[in-house]
């Protein structure tokens, strides 16, 4: 079992731009999280999602969306990038069954410049 | 005032030693407390979930939550030099966390070997 991959590891933009993240859960979970952890910082709860549909989300503007596909990887897009978005963004994911129990991902370091 | 209050330390013991870390929070609708670990460049790993106020013992580690205080504290006996790690307090509303894990700033352990 390969656990929850994210791609890429490593990310740089320039302010403005848009990027898109990917996560593939651990096998046999259908629920994605995604949160941001600024350097120094806990992560931060962005949204969450379940049969392709957004859940809940956090305190985050429009700006950061998400998407689930069928097989239950996930997208997280943000666009109108600024230098505040410099983070690891980690995806989280779990399965009905042991709802508390969430696996994460080994994140992706975004840096916007 | 957060609602999660955890001090980031770091806190540097001796191998051997008995560790005590804690954090604080101020929204009583918190029902579900997690610690989760994180090496550098890692995503976070589940170590201890608990439900009510009381103790949880897992191994050398240990979690003590009182509702009533507001408080949470994960103990670990015999530390060893690959306890060396960030710890993080988690909690939730809800057991799957489908309000999103909150998440204190984390406190950043080193033991001396």
């Known amino acids: 079992d390969a656990g929850v991959t994210q791609s890429p590891t490593h990310l740089i933009k320039t302010r403005g731009q848009q990027v898109t993240l990917r996560c593939s859960p651990k096998?046999?979970?259908?629920?994605v999280s995604w949160y941001q952890q600024a350097l120094g910082q806990g992560p931060q709860f962005i949204f969450q999602?379940?049969?392709?549909?957004?859940?809940q989300r956090g305190n985050f503007p429009d700006r950061f969306s998400g998407h689930q596909f069928p097989n239950y990887s996930s997208e997280l897009n943000v666009n109108a990038l600024l230098l505040g978005d410099s983070a690891l963004y980690l995806c989280?994911?779990?399965?009905?069954?042991?709802?508390?129990?969430?696996?994460f991902g080994p994140g992706t370091r975004l840096t916007v410049t | 005032q957060k609602e999660v209050e955890q001090d980031p330390g770091p806190l540097s013991v001796p191998e051997g030693a008995i560790v005590s870390l804690n954090c604080t929070y101020s929204?009583?609708?918190?029902?579900?407390f997690m610690w989760y670990r994180q090496y550098s460049r890692k995503g976070p790993e589940l170590l201890m979930y608990?439900?009510?106020?009381g103790n949880k013992e897992d191994g050398r580690f240990t979690a003590q939550v009182d509702k009533s205080s507001k408080y949470i504290s994960l103990f670990i006996r015999d530390s060893q030099p690959s306890d060396s790690a960030t710890y993080l307090c988690?909690?939730?509303?809800?057991?799957?966390?489908?309000?999103?894990?909150?998440f204190g700033k984390g406190t950043h352990l080193i033991i001396q070997p």
């Open positions: 989280a994911t779990r399965t009905g069954g042991r709802p508390y129990e969430q696996y």
């Open positions: 096998s046999g979970h259908d629920t």
């Open positions: 999602y379940y049969e392709e549909e957004e859940r």
């Open positions: 929204n009583s609708a918190f029902q579900y």
């Open positions: 608990t439900y009510s106020s």
């Open positions: 988690v909690m939730s509303k809800t057991g799957g966390g489908a309000d999103g894990l909150t």
